[in-house]
């Protein structure tokens, strides 16, 4: 028999997060959790979601991967002609969202998405595997298709311009580097009193609270 959802829970268990855990700043954090996530064996540790609010305030979200980080932002890449894209155009706030369920833990950041450089963007598209740089070709994100066979189709004419060829990225694939405003981390705790501690940017500083549960 199905279990309900309402029945449906986890005891957290594996420990806590007090004040002086924290590192000065919320990446060299960062840094330290997403260690653990990778070592632990968290399934692609780098995968988070991303929300965004379109023009008229419905918002939307997926997963996409995290290609970097450092004390400037957060980086992914993506099809700026893509849903999230057009999105971010209008409106560059945007959360983040790492849940590493293994380690019941998870990071929440809040901040503003702003696009990356072509030489950014260029430097690492060439380490994408060929299959991917090619699928960046066929594929014109959030576009609708009539099927399976018409994404085929073009990745197959993709293959075919490009044999023999470097692949450049094409004009509407880019990057966003999100600059943290807020970032949150989350560790379960029994009896649902989970620790809360947040990083909040105050101009070239960063303070830290606690958060209720």
Do not use: C, I
């Amino acid at each position: 028999m199905t279990q309900r959802l309402a029945d449906a829970r986890e005891t957290y268990v594996r420990g806590g997060l007090v004040e002086g855990d924290l590192a000065t700043d919320p990446f060299a954090m960062f840094e330290r959790w997403y260690d653990d996530a990778a070592a632990a064996g968290v399934p692609e540790p780098n995968a988070m979601v991303v929300a965004t609010v379109s023009s008229d305030g419905a918002p939307s979200a997926r997963t996409v991967l995290l290609k970097g980080f450092d004390p400037r932002g957060f980086v992914f890449f993506t099809n700026l002609a893509s849903r999230k894209g057009h999105e971010l155009a209008a409106n560059p706030r945007v959360a983040l969202l790492f849940p590493w369920h293994v380690l019941e833990r998870q990071v929440r950041v809040e901040g503003v998405a702003g696009e990356l450089t072509r030489l950014e963007v260029e430097t690492y598209f060439r380490t994408r595997p060929r299959g991917s740089q090619l699928g960046a070709w066929a594929s014109h994100q959030s576009s609708e298709v009539t099927g399976r066979e018409e994404l085929e189709n073009a990745y197959s004419d993709v293959e075919v311009r490009f044999s023999g060829a470097e692949v450049d990225p094409p004009d509407e694939w880019g990057g966003y580097r999100v600059s943290a405003e807020v970032v949150e981390f989350w560790q379960g705790r029994p009896g649902r009193m989970h620790d809360r501690l947040v990083y909040r940017r105050d101009g070239e500083e960063w303070r830290t609270a606690r958060l209720a549960p």
